[in-house]
Structures are given as C-alpha cells and as structure tokens.
C-alpha cells in the first residue's frame, strides 16, 4: 500500500492556473507509476493523467491535453498536476492515485490500487 496526500486544490478564475501536489511513502515511489483522477458532482470518477514510473512517459484525457501537465520528483516521492487555462467544467475533486503493480506506464487501464482522500478544485466563470 501507498499512502497518498494531495494539496494544492482551491477556488481560482476560468483562464487561471492552479498546481497539485502528492505526497506519497509506504512503498519504492520510484518504481510505481502515478495517476490523477476527478470526480466531479453527480459524475463518474474519470482519469485525467497519469505518468509512468521512471516519467518517461505520460498520458492524458483528451479533455485536458494541452493544458495539463503531470510531472514527478521521485527524490522527494512526489507527483505533480499542473492545470493552466482551466475552464468551470474542471470543476471537481481530484485524486492522486498509485498503481498496484511495478514498473507501470501510467494508463488509464493500470491497476490503480492506493487513492488519496481527494482535493477540492472549483474554477469559477
């Protein structure tokens, strides 16, 4: 298991820009590959980003591509969510997650087993 800690959620414009932070301990962060997720009022959680062990490679949903960046500090076991040009429709909570399994490439399809408790993101119109 991984235990996850986000920050960095608020209330910000539509245009502006806000950057999410994970904290993560209990297992070889280097070794897992890292996930965002949202869940948004009345709305299935959806992936969002997700970036692979080493960070050599990353995945987006189209909804976000070119305005998010996932990025990651395994020296500090971190994982990051910066969100520019963000839009109401962003509206949500967001979620860091780590896959179950080594060596991941941080797809929707990995096995994302360890989930932080989520944090607040409200882009105002």
């Known amino acids: 298991q991984v235990q996850l800690v986000e920050s960095g959620g608020g209330l910000v414009q539509a245009g502006g820009s806000l950057r999410l932070s994970c904290a993560a301990s209990?297992?070889?962060?280097?070794?897992?590959?890292m996930g965002w997720f949202r869940q948004a009022p009345g709305k299935m959680r959806e992936f969002v980003a997700g970036?692979?062990?080493?960070?050599?490679?990353?995945n987006y949903a189209d909804s976000v591509k070119g305005r998010f960046t996932i990025s990651r500090d395994n020296a500090n076991s971190t994982v990051y969510l910066q969100m520019n040009s963000l839009k109401p429709e962003d509206t949500a909570i967001y979620y860091c997650?780590?896959?179950?399994?080594?060596?991941?490439?941080?797809?929707?399809?990995?096995?994302?087993?360890?989930w932080g408790q989520g944090i607040q993101v409200t882009v105002s119109s």
């Open positions: 997650a780590a896959d179950s399994n080594s060596y991941g490439l941080g797809r929707p399809t990995d096995t994302f087993g360890s």
């Open positions: 209990g297992r070889t962060f280097s070794r897992i590959a």
């Open positions: 970036i692979s062990w080493r960070g050599h490679m990353s």
